[in-house]
């Protein structure tokens, strides 16, 4: 038995939202009020998700990405991760973090089966970091990055590109990757922003951050990358790290899409812009067993739509929540 959509993409990679809450504010995510999190008893149990993820595995999931909100902000997310790490089917544990919590677990991390992290950092500016994440946190997360780029653990950086804020920091970002072996990859704004909480005035979409690089090193090698990753990567000649271009909203890596994500409600997502399928958590409190949970993932899987438009007009596209409610 495995997860196959009925356009023959193999589902191999879940994302699995540990909480809603999250310790930044950013503007492009959630308001600055926060959002209306909701009740501990509501959240997936670590237990829970645990069993989830042991009985996707055994249906060919075998890449799992923890994200939040903030997973490290929720009350032993290390331990965790450790019996996540017993889990012999799963090859890669992939984490995505703001980095604000996690630097005295670096250690742990690098012990454990985790093969890389995210770090979410939007500005190398300490004034405009606070101005986007409403918190001053920069040196804190500055120094995590420092720390985690001389790890073992692969470091990706994640700089979502948004308008009349940081566009005049992306060559800075890529001069990074110069002589640090890192993967810096921009992200396109989002609309789950809250409620539309901030205006965009220019397009920073795909081809004009592109095109802006471009323009700036003439050069630029294409770095080939899996068919269903969710960058489109290329290096600047004789840099050690390289740098990608996330089509998040113009959705161009739709196609071979294999993956699914899980809210941290228990609430299963075939697709980013779609509205939710089931509450896997509801499923599972009603005593459902394991061989229940397979034919439910592999008939939901099924229908996954072909792409993230599809999936949005589905939903009457309403996407005003938050990306931290979503799951990163």
Same mark, same amino acid.
């Given at each position: 038995?495995?997860?196959?959509?009925?356009?023959?993409?193999?589902?191999?990679?879940?994302?699995?939202?540990?909480?809603?809450?999250?310790?930044?504010?950013?503007?492009?995510?959630?308001?600055?009020?926060?959002?209306?999190?909701?009740?501990?008893?509501?959240?997936?149990?670590?237990?829970?998700?645990?069993?989830?993820?042991?009985?996707?595995? $055994?249906?060919?999931?075998?890449?799992?990405?923890?994200?939040?909100?903030?997973?490290?902000?929720?009350?032993?997310?290390? !331990?965790?991760? $450790?019996?996540? !790490?017993?889990?012999?089917?799963?090859?890669? &544990?992939?984490?995505?973090?703001?980095?604000?919590?996690?630097?005295?677990?670096?250690?742990?991390? $690098?012990?454990?089966?985790?093969? !890389? #992290?995210?770090?979410?950092?939007?500005?190398?500016?300490?004034?405009?970091?606070?101005?986007?994440?409403? *918190?001053?946190?920069?040196?804190?997360?500055?120094?995590?990055?420092?720390?985690?780029?001389?790890?073992?653990?692969?470091?990706?950086?994640?700089?979502?590109?948004?308008?009349?804020?940081?566009?005049?920091?992306?060559?800075?970002? &890529?001069?990074?990757?110069?002589?640090?072996? &890192?993967?810096?990859?921009?992200?396109?704004?989002?609309?789950?922003?809250?409620?539309?909480?901030?205006?965009?005035?220019?397009?920073?979409?795909?081809?004009?951050?592109?095109?802006?690089?471009?323009?700036?090193?003439?050069?630029?090698?294409?770095?080939?990358?899996?068919?269903?990753?969710? !960058?489109?990567?290329?290096? &600047?000649?004789?840099?050690?790290?390289?740098?990608?271009?996330?089509?998040?909203?113009?959705?161009? #890596?739709?196609?071979?899409?294999? *993956?699914?994500?899980?809210?941290?409600?228990?609430?299963?997502?075939?697709?980013?812009?779609?509205?939710?399928?089931?509450?896997?958590?509801?499923? #599972?409190?009603? =005593?459902?067993?394991?061989?229940?949970?397979?034919?439910?993932? #592999?008939?939901?899987?099924?229908?996954?739509?072909?792409? =993230?438009?599809?999936?949005?007009?589905? *939903?009457?596209?309403?996407?005003?929540?938050?990306?931290?409610?979503?799951?990163?």
């Amino acid at each position: 038995m495995e997860l196959k959509d009925k356009f023959g993409r193999k589902i191999s990679y879940l994302r699995l939202a540990i909480t809603d809450r999250c310790n930044l504010r950013c503007q492009y995510c959630m308001p600055a009020q926060g959002i209306n999190i909701v009740d501990r008893k509501d959240l997936l149990s670590y237990k829970e998700m645990y069993r989830i993820t042991r009985v996707l595995s $055994e249906l060919g999931v075998n890449k799992v990405r923890l994200t939040g909100g903030e997973p490290f902000v929720r009350k032993d997310f290390v !331990s965790f991760l $450790e019996s996540l !790490s017993f889990n012999d089917k799963l090859d890669e &544990i992939n984490i995505t973090t703001n980095g604000a919590l996690i630097s005295k677990h670096i250690d742990r991390l $690098e012990e454990l089966k985790i093969n !890389s #992290i995210n770090l979410s950092m939007d500005s190398l500016q300490k004034e405009k970091f606070a101005k986007i994440t409403r *918190r001053d946190v920069f040196d804190n997360v500055y120094n995590t990055f420092e720390k985690l780029e001389q790890s073992k653990l692969k470091l990706k950086l994640n700089v979502v590109v948004q308008s009349g804020f940081n566009t005049d920091e992306i060559i800075d970002f &890529i001069e990074l990757s110069k002589n640090k072996d &890192i993967a810096v990859r921009f992200i396109e704004e989002m609309p789950f922003n809250g409620k539309g909480q901030r205006e965009m005035h220019e397009e920073w979409n795909f081809n004009n951050i592109y095109s802006f690089v471009e323009k700036h090193y003439k050069i630029i090698e294409k770095v080939s990358s899996k068919k269903s990753s969710t !960058s489109v990567n290329y290096r &600047i000649p004789n840099y050690q790290g390289t740098f990608g271009i996330i089509p998040a909203f113009t959705r161009s #890596i739709c196609g071979d899409c294999n *993956r699914i994500r899980i809210t941290a409600t228990g609430l299963f997502k075939n697709c980013l812009f779609d509205g939710g399928v089931f509450n896997v958590r509801d499923f #599972i409190r009603n =005593g459902a067993t394991d061989d229940e949970l397979k034919e439910l993932f #592999i008939n939901t899987v099924h229908h996954k739509p072909e792409n =993230g438009f599809v999936a949005e007009a589905a *939903r009457g596209n309403d996407v005003s929540e938050s990306m931290s409610t979503i799951g990163g």
